[in-house]
Structures are given as structure tokens and as C-alpha cells.
């Protein structure tokens, strides 16, 4: 038998309205047979410009507030007397709510997005809707969550990049931010910011920025740095490939100061920020930018938690980047199976042939593993014990099979795998960076 329920809803669970979502279907923007047809005309309006190297000045602004007392903080998972992946009831009804999402929304939208590199605000409100965004986040803050689990994030997060990883890394970005607010913040960094993370209309903009320009990058040892002046921070440096970097309020950067690591909050409208395009092969609906740090001036105060807060959102930020890879993975399996059962040569279907046979099944295997071990840390994660040699497994898993199962799956559909007809070409792009990308996302 599962163990009791892990996350539960409140009156602002209920508010956001996932438990009749997931039971009933009532969403009208899910349950609506012109949804399809009404994300497409958003689809074909076109990017914004994407390409910008400007001072970003007229970002979103935060009114510093003081915060009272400690600051809130979800309370530990609770931990399972036995052995058992079964999800919680709670878990389900979100996992289903991203599966819904994934299958309605994000899917049907994935190939334009991807062309276009903008996320269609039609996808945005949809997910907003769901409040998915909320699921690291105390309802003491606005949130949905009583717990905190990594396995309930594992899940939310593989669902959502079946749909699509570049649309569902848009999407996870500014949930990334708000709940390393919830989990490292002060309490007066929690009511500066997390108001407009939780509950703006439409809610603001955020990425968490850990990666670097240049080969065999360790995002324990950023070469962007902070130096104290007085009672502010100095910072100086860049990072490369960060989520929404043109349209983003609130950066959440990893910087070194008096050399160990650190998150510092900065506000996008600061001086000295300048943002400039930078294309990747893969998630291109995330609209990935480059951020330059020129002797940016934050208070001492913006510093995000302490530098064990750091390796825990570099350790869970890769979680979440293999559990990204289970999502895509499982689509493109989805889609090669029935493909090679159907598509006949020399008077059969090639899944009678057994190369095809056995390379289908071992896309099926690395799949497999990778989930397990992945569902295996985010446990020990809730458990309260060290994961870091199980996630430091899901990432070499991630690294070495995720763009394996996408190759493998694009030569398996012949000529149909080079064309954009199949997603699976996509798909092949997104998972050669799981293994690699550092941070945006956070179990």
C-alpha cells in the first residue's frame, strides 16, 4: 500500500483548482475543442525580434518589504516505511494535470515554438491556469505545497517535457526561481519577490542562471564573481544559455565570493546588465540569451541562501534535467513504436526485422533505468539523505543514453527522421543538451 499523502492542498490548492482539473477535466482552456486551433493562430504571429543586446532598464521592479519573522519553509517529505514508487494520490492528480497539459497544450504547439523560439502566451496563461508553477512553493507563501518533495517535481517535470522540453523549460524557469526563494530565501526575500512569482497577473518572469561560456564548465566554480563593497556586491562576469534571458525580471545568479559559491538575486533593470540572443541546437522555445555582468551593484542582502544551498540547486537542477530527459525520451518512444510496427518493407513491418526489434527494446531499457535511478535520488532527496551519488548517476545516464535514444529513434524513422514532419527530430536536438545544461530547472 502507498504511503500517505505527500503534498497536501489547502484553500489556495483549491483556489488554483487541480484536484477538479485532473478528476473532472472542467478547465474550459483544456477541455475546449478549439484550444488546438486557437494556440496555432498564436502560434503564427511570429517571434518578438528575439535577437536584443540591450540595457534591459524597463524591467518589472520589486518594492523591497520587510520580512517578519523566520521565513517559511515547506516542511520535509514524509518519509515511506517501505519500498514503493507508487505515487501518492496528490502526486497523481499533479502528474495528471501536467500530462493533460502536455498532451492538449504544449504537444500540438511544440514544432512552431520551436521555429519561432517564443513559447505562445496562449501556453503560458494555460499553464499558469494550472498553477504547476506553484508546486515548490508553500501555501504559507502563495503556493500549493505542504511538503517538500522532489519525487512530486521529478514527476511534474517529466510530464511536462513529453509535451515538449524547450516549451516546458519557458515554462519551468520562473518555478525554478520561486522555489529556491521558498527553499533558501529569507523572509524578507520571500515578500520582496515571491508575491509576483505566485500571484502577478500575468506572473513575472524568472530564470535561474548557472551556466558559463566555455568547455568542461563547473558550476561549482563559476568564474563570475561578486566582490563586497561596503554593504553591497559587485558583480562582474557572464552567463550563456539562460531561459528567457530578454524577457526575464528576476535573475537568480551563481557567483563566486571569497571563493566559494553563491545564488545572488538580481533584478533584470539593474545597471550594467546587458542581454544579448544566444541560439542553442536544442530547446529553442526557451528563448535561450546571454547575460553580460558589468560591475553590477546589488545589496549584500540579495545573497540567496548559503553555499550548501548552492550545491543543493546544482544537485537538484540536474535531477531535474535527467527527469527532462525521461519526458522527451518516452515521446520519442511513443512516437517510433507504432512507426515501425506500421511502416512496411519487403512485405513486412521493419519491426520484424531484428536490428530494428532490439534497438527498440534497448531504448525502452536505458529508459527505463534512467527513470528508476532518477525516481530512486529524488526518494532519498525527500528521505533526507545524500543523493549526490545517485544524481551524480542520472546525470552520466542522462549524458551518455538521452542523445543516444534520440539518435537512435531519428535513424530508425529513415528519411522521416530527418524532417521536421516527426518530432523526433526535435525531440534528438533537445535531448543532446539534458546532459550537459546546468541549472533553469529544479526538483
Known amino acids: ?68 519573522g523566520d521565513p517559511a519553509r515547506t516542511a520535509p517529505a514524509r518519509p515511506r516505511r517501505e519500498f514503493d514508487l507508487t505515487p501518492s494520490e496528490d502526486q497523481e492528480e499533479l502528474r495528471l494535470a501536467a500530462a493533460r497539459l502536455a498532451d492538449d497544450i504544449i504537444r500540438p504547439a511544440g514544432a512552431r515554438a520551436d521555429a519561432d523560439r517564443s513559447v505562445p502566451e496562449g501556453v503560458r496563461r494555460a499553464a499558469a491556469e494550472l498553477g504547476l508553477h506553484l508546486v515548490g512553493v508553500p501555501s504559507a507563501l502563495g503556493g500549493i505545497a505542504e511538503e517538500r518533495s522532489a519525487v512530486t517535481a521529478a514527476l511534474v517535470v517529466e510530464e511536462l ?30 515578500a520582496t ?91 529553442r522555445a526557451s528563448t535561450t540569451g546571454r547575460i553580460a555582468l558589468d560591475g553590477v551593484v546589488v545589496p549584500a542582502t540579495n545573497l540567496l541562501g548559503t553555499t550548501d544551498d548552492h550545491l543543493d540547486a546544482v544537485r537538484r537542477a540536474r535531477l531535474a534535467w535527467s527527469a527532462a530527459a525521461c519526458g522527451t525520451a518516452q515521446a520519442a518512444l511513443d512516437q517510433l513504436i507504432p512507426y515501425v510496427l506500421t511502416r512496411q518493407a519487403f512485405g513486412e513491418p ?32 525527500d528521505q533526507g539523505k545524500d543523493a549526490a551519488r545517485l544524481i551524480a548517476h542520472a546525470r552520466q545516464l542522462t549524458a551518455t543514453h538521452a542523445a543516444q535514444i534520440g539518435s537512435h529513434a531519428v535513424q530508425l524513422l529513415g528519411g522521416h527522421g530527418f524532417v521536421k514532419e516527426f ?17 533553469v530547472l529544479l526538483t
Open 350 to 381: 521493419i519491426a520484424h526485422r531484428q536490428a530494428v526489434a532490439f534497438t527498440v527494446a534497448d531504448i525502452a531499457i536505458e529508459l527505463a533505468g534512467l527513470r528508476l535511478v532518477v525516481w530512486r535520488a529524488a526518494s532519498r532527496l
Open 161 to 190: 517535457a513529453r509535451g515538449d522540453l524547450g516549451i516546458a523549460t519557458a515554462l519551468l524557469a520562473p518555478a525554478a526561481v520561486a522555489t529556491a526563494l521558498a527553499n533558501y530565501g529569507s523572509s524578507a526575500q520571500q
Open 423 to 439: 518530432d523526433n527530430e526535435r525531440w534528438y536536438r533537445d535531448l543532446r543538451g539534458a546532459g550537459i545544461l546546468e541549472g
Open 193 to 283: 519577490y515571491l508575491p509576483a512569482l505566485t500571484s502577478g497577473s500575468p506572473p513575472a518572469r524568472a530564470s535561474l542562471a548557472l551556466m558559463e561560456h566555455g568547455p568542461l564548465f563547473d558550476p561549482l566554480s563559476p568564474t563570475t564573481t561578486a566582490t563586497t563593497r561596503g554593504s553591497d556586491l559587485v558583480i562582474n562576469g557572464a552567463k550563456s544559455l539562460v531561459v528567457g534571458a530578454a524577457e526575464a525580471d528576476l535573475l537568480v545568479i551563481s557567483v563566486l565570493v571569497d571563493g566559494v559559491p553563491r545564488l545572488v538575486l538580481v533584478e533584470a533593470g539593474t545597471r550594467g546588465i546587458t542581454v544579448a540572443d544566444d541560439p542553442a541546437m536544442g530547446i
Open 1 to 68: 500500500m502507498a504511503a500517505p499523502s505527500s503534498l497536501r492542498f489547502g484553500d489556495r490548492g483549491q483556489r488554483i483548482g487541480l484536484r477538479l482539473i485532473t478528476k473532472v477535466g472542467s478547465l474550459p482552456m483544456l477541455g475546449n475543442p478549439e484550444v488546438r486551433r486557437t494556440v496555432e493562430s498564436l502560434l503564427y504571429r511570429g517571434s518578438k525580434g528575439a535577437f536584443a543586446a540591450v540595457e534591459a532598464a524597463s524591467r518589472r521592479p520589486f518594492a523591497s518589504r520587510p520580512g517578519r
